[in-house]
């Protein structure tokens, strides 16, 4: 929730930054940007304890983004690098900056993998003052000469602990051995342990500790529903409530399981996309940018590439097949009922299924009650709104003509912006016509 004891002026934000976050429909700094921003303002080094959701971006963006106004960076010779662990993740990071970017006249550019890397070579050589990327795609550059580190000043590493899951440290360190040693350094983390905990004594200096209480997923603002189904009747259930009002996320565990269900429901009518790794990077861009403009409403996705995904007003969460343990529960969760709103999260699971299913939810935290239904239970319909699917096969989903309203959240989603083509980048790769910095 925002912290109304201060604003984002009392903090040290110039007017012209705090008038952009105004424009932007941002008015007070959530905790941890009240917390972190004046002493990532004073170059301290900063390690930061906060869940997704919480504001970190700005908390750590801000700061860096004014400490580098007024000055420039050389081609190929960025002053900042901010490393996230997924591609969709880094491109929300840098459209999150875009309006401070170009009010503080600062270039931002993204820099991850399934994007030709001469493009990216070409995009880094016309001078580009902040790097976020993903680690291995930022290493690889740097390591056959397209990008030099040696002038970054300021590092950040967001969600750490998901850079350890994924097994991006190597790449982390050996991004950050490439940097200024002497540069301010801030880590981001849900947990500050095992590797992770490596990684903060190796490269921070006397950190500046802030932490925002990360809640249980069961005191948070969702409400959790288990429901029993028969096999058979699995993909109409799944079917009745992904036709609901308003964005929905399913959970899948497989690549083939995301394109099955998705198919599945394109052929009854509900306008899905599917996101997993072998996905091209075009259209996991477009996937995401048409799911955040509520465009494409309802998200097919596997949770490695969920992972990334911060999207407001999803709410419901749809664990169609069960989540295999608590921490897989809890992530899956907390897309829905972000930053105090509301939220629903369902779990499907059959008879065999259940089990395990009470199992992992206990762990989590949630008292877990089966209740069985079809697809036409009006207890669906009391609990997610579910309806009967409109039958006409969607052919394309990104069409505009394939919902009806936008399901966007006001003031939130630009439709028709593309995440990874914000105006910082645009303008600053290719030449701000003001000749502005």
Do not use: C, W
């Not at 424009?23 to 301290?44: K, M």
């Not at 040693?181 to 095992?194: H, I, N, V």
């Amino acid at each position: 929730m925002p912290d109304h004891h201060s604003t984002f002026a009392d903090l040290g934000l110039k007017p012209v930054v705090v008038h952009a976050l105004r424009r932007s429909g941002v008015e007070s700094p959530f905790p941890i940007q009240a917390a972190v921003v004046q002493d990532a303002l004073a170059g301290s080094d900063i390690l930061g304890r906060a869940p997704t959701g919480s504001g970190k971006t700005l908390a750590f963006g801000l700061p860096l983004l004014q400490r580098l106004s007024g000055g420039s960076s050389r081609p190929s010779r960025p002053r900042s690098v901010i490393l996230a662990p997924t591609r969709e993740l880094a491109l929300q990071i840098e459209k999150a900056l875009d309006e401070a970017a170009l009010a503080f006249g600062v270039r931002v550019a993204a820099v991850v993998g399934g994007v030709p890397v001469r493009r990216q070579a070409e995009r880094l050589a016309r001078g580009v003052d902040v790097v976020v990327a993903t680690p291995g795609r930022l290493d690889d550059l740097a390591a056959r000469g397209f990008v030099d580190l040696s002038s970054v000043t300021i590092s950040v590493v967001d969600e750490a602990d998901r850079m350890a899951d994924l097994g991006f440290l190597p790449q982390v360190v050996s991004v950050l051995d490439r940097t200024d040693s002497t540069g301010q350094r801030m880590l981001f983390s849900a947990t500050l342990d095992g590797d992770v905990d490596d990684l903060i004594r190796r490269y921070l200096r006397s950190p500046v500790t802030h932490t925002v209480d990360v809640l249980p997923i069961a005191e948070r603002t969702a409400r959790h529903h288990f429901f029993r189904v028969v096999g058979s009747e699995k993909e109409s259930v799944v079917a009745s409530i992904a036709s609901r009002d308003g964005r929905t996320m399913l959970f899948v565990r497989t690549k083939f399981a995301v394109d099955r269900l998705t198919e599945s429901l394109r052929s009854v009518g509900v306008n899905a996309a599917g996101l997993h790794g072998d996905k091209t990077q075009a259209n996991r861009i477009r996937t995401l940018a048409s799911f955040e403009a509520g465009h494409v409403p309802v998200l097919v996705a596997t949770d490695v590439m969920a992972r990334g995904i911060h999207v407001d007003s999803v709410s419901v969460v749809v664990h169609v097949d069960p989540p295999a343990d608590a921490k897989e529960y809890t992530h899956r969760a907390g897309r829905t009922a972000r930053a105090g709103a509301s939220g629903v999260v369902v779990t499907l699971a059959t008879e065999s299924q259940v089990p395990a299913a009470v199992e992992v939810a206990t762990a989590a935290g949630i008292d877990a009650h089966f209740v069985a239904v079809t697809e036409n239970d009006p207890v669906l319909v009391s609990v997610v709104g579910a309806r009967r699917p409109p039958g006409r096969p969607v052919t394309d989903p990104f069409s505009a003509t394939a919902t009806g309203t936008s399901t966007a959240a006001p003031g939130r989603s630009r439709p028709g912006r593309t995440p990874g083509s914000s105006r910082a980048s645009r303008r600053g790769v290719a030449g701000r016509r003001s000749g502005r910095r």
